[in-house]
């Protein structure tokens, strides 16, 4: 998940960059920039939750533990 959020680090300099200094970029980047930020967003939509097993008990009054 991290690695998808990063992709979105360039959009977010293209929009500093429009506020804070006096550059812009040519409607064709920002066009790309929107398919970035497209595509980000459906990687996250469509991501499903972690699905690690849950360690069981099992009756012995401990409860196992799994190392990763």
Known sequence: MFGILMSLE?????LVGLIVL????????????LCVAAASAGSIRGTRPDARPQA????GGAVDTIAC
């Open 56 to 59: 069981e008990n099992h009756g």
């Open 10 to 14: 360039p959009a977010m300099a293209a």
């Open 22 to 33: 006096p550059e812009s970029l040519h409607w064709s980047q920002w066009i790309a920039v």
